[in-house]
């Protein structure tokens, strides 16, 4: 249902903020005192109001009342340079700026100077996803899936000449500016939206003081998005490898890559430059690919990959690369050494940004891995400090931290005590073929609700009868066996991602089985077979001897 | 089981005590293996029903002696037609893949033949397909034409041209549609979808002649794969019946990828001369082309099957007047798909023939439910709509509409540099928050749609829609992330739009 009206106004009775009444009223002057209208999400904090929002603090109970952080009334008529300082103008960074600026608030967000590579120095406003992520990696998959499409299309009649040859430096040069583009988009959403965009790098001083270069700024809230960063793990000759950043601004296409790393952008990265006809060497820990998805989706994604050119090597750890005297690198592994490579590439995981930003000092607690430890609300254990993103390491998605940013501008400045919403979120990995995903996986299902039906599909899609080529289609639906509820629908394939959302719209509004069933299908489409699923491939139970599945296979059902 | 069925529906029904004891020789028989007939057949075959059906000879193009099992879905449409649009897809791709950095010869040849021939090869295949999902599920086929001669009797015209009799307890009549011709001079020099999958050579010059979703998809075919293309149509707009907004950007999307639109213009005649046939519009114009496809509408095939006969009520277009089970005047004859003309689609003949199976011979009348179909539109780039279209919404909503509209520039094209929106909506109900109507226009509509066509049929609200989170980036990500209203429509006065 709708979450704006699920959501519980703050009454005098909410907890967790009486919790924060130590923290010392910070000291500093403000350095922008021109600033006053520090108010404006005080007042009666709903928006038919904000004509009212001036300096004059209202003792409304059902405001979300950041000043009783102060510890004491007296010193609510505190002023600040900003209701809102962000540090980090990324997804969620501009997404908060943005909307505590449409709520009434004075908003700051600083962010470091563009550069595709990432750095204690180097940012950019769009952040990970526009920069160095979503965008440009997605671009660079539109681009090595035409030679997908040229071999397809030789199915369909088309013939050349010569073989299609690709030109690295073109793309890249049309990708930068197509970068440059958003990044002054994101500015202007920015200007629009009256936030004022300091360039630099914010430290946090005190629980209300931010330093920009040597400028300080004092902020009733502070909110830290400043994202996360590749890691390469440190082992001989790691300095030789790059990390994505780096893989999606090359000077010139790899010959031969080695990818380290299983997760969703090793495998992206593997499908973008094996589509580039780069020679493609994956090597993963495991035995799969993409640890953490459904374990069906696992198996078929490694093969749909391996029938397209990408060489796996399973269960190997590197342990080192060697430069060689041709300048080639070899990386060695548990396994043995795999040589002649133009590039190395780690994809080995992020972590999140949250050093030298001061937040220790100031008694922000983190993680074991070095995430800021935020409540359900995203507030650290510093009252006034708060943060959204991936440097809070919860689900890294944009569109998550879009969620929480949203969340908290509301939570803050709109008198709307709002939770972000992690149930059922949708989300994609655009490998080739790609995959889109919402809800459980089989084997979390059968964790949480032990007897379960799944469907599954496993089909050549029409395009593939033409083209000749091995590509094939993988569908399934998890579902409750007691409640008939879909808990969890995975599909790799062609156009999966595009697919997928429409159904979590489903999935999240907690429909069955038998309402996809009654939905009529749309002729001819991949999407259909998810409408049209009659019979169960296997009925798992748990009641069955011993917690062991029993598992009843059917033919799947035909036309 | 059937008679469980038989009882269910036909109670109070004098004949109903009687008839227990009549032997048939079939408890079903159907006329025509197309989707409807074939779904129809089988389903009721595993409610242990004994089931024949007929269906003529196999052909791509169709004709009163000619069809197939498979039907049009699988012969002369919904399948060759997309793989024609996968083929003439290239060519536009082709052409964004240089931005990318591909580099490409000038011109890239496309060998119809070969497409062609591969699509025949695709349908022949899955003409065996069908023959085999029949077998399979116990239904016997008979290869003939199908008259009904009784309520209970049907009669099939075998190839060598003997007759043979079944009786049935119950008929069910899946014969389908067929193309129209518009009668003008020398009508018989343009051709109908049927040839249009089937043409020995690719034109360079087509008239296309309609409005509706064949002509938009043919043109669309035909300019992908390079022709020159007039489309040529009554309304202002294209796609009669569907959202205005939405036919304003497919006409503008056709136009701005090369096809020349003749709105409020008909055909008057053809003449066949030297160059190719000149086709004279009803505005003195004269077009020159190598084909004239004749997309004018279809007919219910109910012509020879001796239906009046047995006193079977048609419409005034001849199709099969049937119930909301699909129960025809006459009690034991039925008729689903196409031949009945309510929606004609291939899915909904499926739900129609699952039902009629269900109720008859599964002891579970169930009507098919038309509310909330999806439907696509596979011109490039392809429209997709479920729900109320705006104008439908005003009509029939309770309050005051909320329109949430996106436009915007699909990030390949950031690149590509192609000059096409994707456009999406949504019709919402102000007073109850119901998403009421979700219509696409751009690339993946079709795929797009059939998970919002589920959250439509719940009647999921906007609220629902909003909670969902985004997947990033894709195109989809918009339908729920449509913040604000484009603007608000009192439901049953004059929309205040721009349009």
Redesign the interface.
């Known amino acids: 249902?709708?979450?704006?009206?699920g959501t519980p106004k703050l009454g005098t009775t909410f907890t967790y903020q009486t919790l924060f009444l130590c923290k010392r009223f910070p000291i500093f002057p403000s350095s922008l005192s021109r600033t006053l209208e520090v108010g404006g999400f005080l007042s009666n904090g709903r928006r038919s109001h904000s004509f009212s929002c001036g300096r004059r603090f209202t003792t409304s109970t059902t405001t979300v009342r950041a000043e009783s952080t102060n510890g004491a009334g007296s010193n609510a008529a505190r002023h600040y340079d900003f209701d809102l300082f962000t540090i980090g103008a990324g997804s969620g960074g501009v997404r908060a700026s943005r909307f505590a600026a449409n709520f009434g608030s004075s908003v700051a967000v600083c962010e470091l100077p563009f550069s595709t590579i990432s750095s204690d120095t180097t940012g950019g406003v769009g952040g990970t996803?526009v920069l160095r992520g979503?965008?440009p990696k997605?671009?660079l998959v539109?681009?090595s899936k035409?030679s997908h499409?040229?071999e397809?299309?030789c199915?369909?009649?088309?013939?050349?000449?010569?073989e299609?040859?690709?030109?690295?430096?073109?793309?890249i040069a049309?990708?930068n500016a197509?970068l440059q583009?958003l990044n002054g988009i994101y500015k202007n959403i920015l200007k629009n939206a009256g936030v004022q965009l300091i360039e630099g790098r914010g430290k946090v001083v005190d629980p209300h003081t931010v330093d920009v270069d040597g400028k300080l700024y004092s902020a009733k809230n502070i909110l830290i998005s400043v994202g996360g960063r590749p890691f390469i793990p440190d082992i001989p000759g790691s300095d030789y490898a790059i990390d994505s950043d780096a893989a999606l601004d090359l000077p010139s296409k790899p010959k031969k890559i080695a990818i380290v790393g299983g997760g969703y952008i090793a495998v992206e990265f593997a499908g973008i430059f094996n589509g580039l006809s780069t020679e493609v060497h994956v090597f993963i820990r495991q035995k799969k690919v993409l640890r953490g998805f459904d374990e069906e989706i696992r198996d078929f994604v490694g093969e749909q990959m391996a029938l397209r050119g990408i060489e796996f090597h399973t269960e190997e750890s590197p342990q080192a690369i060697a430069k060689s005297s041709d300048g080639t690198f070899s990386l060695k592994t548990s396994k043995g050494t795999v040589e002649g490579f133009s590039h190395v590439m780690f994809a080995t995981g992020r972590k999140p940004n949250a050093r030298n930003l001061g937040l220790e000092e100031v008694g922000v607690k983190m993680t074991k891995n070095g995430a800021i430890e935020v409540d359900e609300y995203s507030r650290s254990s510093v009252p006034s400090i708060w943060a959204v993103g991936d440097v809070t390491d919860r689900v890294n998605?944009?569109?998550?931290a879009?969620?929480e940013g949203g969340a908290l501008a509301k939570t803050l400045f709109a008198n709307e005590l709002t939770k972000p919403?992690y149930r059922?979120?949708?989300?994609?990995v655009f490998s080739q073929p790609p995959i889109?995903l919402v809800g459980l996986t089989e084997e979390q299902a059968i964790k949480e609700y032990g007897d379960v039906d799944i469907f599954t599909a496993n089909f050549r899609p029409?395009?593939a009868?033409?083209s000749g080529l091995p590509d094939r289609i993988f569908m399934k639906l998890i579902v409750n066996a007691k409640t008939d509820k879909v808990l969890g629908l995975h599909m790799c394939g062609d156009?999966a991602?595009?697919?997928?959302?429409?159904?979590?719209?489903?999935v999240?509004?907690g429909?069955t089985k038998a309402?996809?069933d009654?939905?009529?299908?749309?002729?001819?489409?991949?999407?259909?077979e998810?409408?049209t699923m009659r019979t169960p491939t296997r009925k798992l139970r748990s009641s069955a001897s011993e917690g062991k599945a029993d598992s009843d296979i059917k033919a799947t059902a035909?036309? | 089981m059937a008679s469980l069925g038989r009882k269910m529906l036909i109670d109070g029904e004098i004949e109903n005590s009687k008839e227990e004891d009549v032997h048939y020789d079939f408890d079903l028989f159907v006329i025509g293996a197309g989707s409807g007939g074939v779904r129809a057949a089988r389903f009721s075959a595993q409610n242990e029903a004994k089931v024949g059906i007929c269906e003529l000879p196999f052909h791509p193009i169709s004709s009163e002696v000619v069809g197939g099992v498979g039907g049009t879905c699988v012969i002369r449409g919904c399948v060759p037609k997309k793989i024609l649009v996968y083929g003439a897809s290239f060519g536009p791709e082709l052409e964004d893949a240089r931005n990318y950095g591909w580099e490409l010869n000038e011109i890239i040849d496309f060998n119809w033949k070969k497409l062609l021939h591969k699509k025949t090869e695709e349908i022949v295949r899955l003409n065996g397909i069908y023959k085999r999902l029949l077998s399979n599920a116990g239904v016997k086929l008979f290869e003939g034409e199908g008259k009904v001669v009784g309520p209970n009797e049907v009669e099939v015209t075998q190839l060598d041209g003997t007759k043979i009799s079944y009786s049935a307890k119950h008929i069910l009549i899946a014969t389908g549609s067929r193309a129209q011709r518009p009668a003008i001079p020398a009508q018989e020099l343009a051709i109908t979808s049927d040839e249009a999958l089937s043409l020995e050579e690719l034109p360079k010059r087509a008239v296309v002649l309609g409005g509706g979703y064949i002509a938009v998809e043919f043109a669309s075919i035909w300019r992908g794969m390079g022709a020159s293309v007039d489309l040529c149509f009554r309304k202002e707009l294209p796609l009669r019946g569907f959202d205005n907004e939405m036919r304003a950007v497919v006409a503008r999307n056709l136009e701005g990828r090369g096809i020349h639109m003749h709105p409020q213009t008909n055909l008057t005649e053809l003449v066949k001369t030297e160059e190719g046939i000149k086709a004279r519009t009803d505005h003195g114009e004269e077009l020159i082309a190598d084909v004239v496809l004749f997309a004018t509408g279809r007919a219910p095939n109910t012509k020879r099957l001796n239906l009046e006969a047995v006193g079977v009520e048609l419409d005034k277009i001849g199709a099969i007047k049937v119930d909301e089970y699909s129960r025809t005047n006459i009690p034991s004859i039925w008729a689903v798909g196409d031949v009945t003309n309510r929606v004609n689609l291939t899915p909904v003949a499926l739900m129609e023939g699952t039902c009629f199976a269900k109720t008859v011979f599964g002891g579970q009348p169930t009507k098919p439910d038309y509310n909330h179909i999806p439907c696509a539109v596979f011109c490039i780039p392809p429209l997709s709509v479920v729900g109320f279209s705006e104008e439908q919404a005003i009509e029939q909503a309770n309050s005051e509409l909320l329109v949430f509209t996106s436009s915007f520039n699909p990030m390949k094209n950031t690149i590509s540099g192609r000059q096409e929106k994707t456009i999406m909506k949504l019709v919402v109900e102000a007073e109850t928050d119901k998403v009421l109507g979700a219509s696409m226009c751009g690339p993946d509509a079709p795929e797009i749609m059939q998970g919002i066509a589920i959250a439509l049929k719940c009647g999921a609200t906007k609220a629902q829609f909003d909670s969902t989170v985004g997947i990033h980036p894709s195109a989809a990500e918009e339908f729920v992330t449509m913040r604000s209203v484009t603007r608000l429509v009192t439901a049953s006065g004059k929309p205040r739009t721009n349009l």
């Open positions: 249902m709708a979450t704006s009206f996803c979503c965008v997605k671009l539109y681009a035409y499409e040229f397809e299309s199915g369909f009649g088309w013939l050349y000449e010569t299609p040859k690709h030109d690295w430096s073109t793309l049309n990708k197509e583009r998605l944009t569109p998550v879009l969620m919403d059922a979120i949708p989300s994609a889109g029409l395009k009868t033409l156009d991602p595009e697919i997928v959302q429409g159904f979590a719209v489903a999240k509004a429909l309402d996809f009654a939905t009529v299908g749309i002729h001819p489409t991949s999407a259909e998810l409408v035909g036309v």
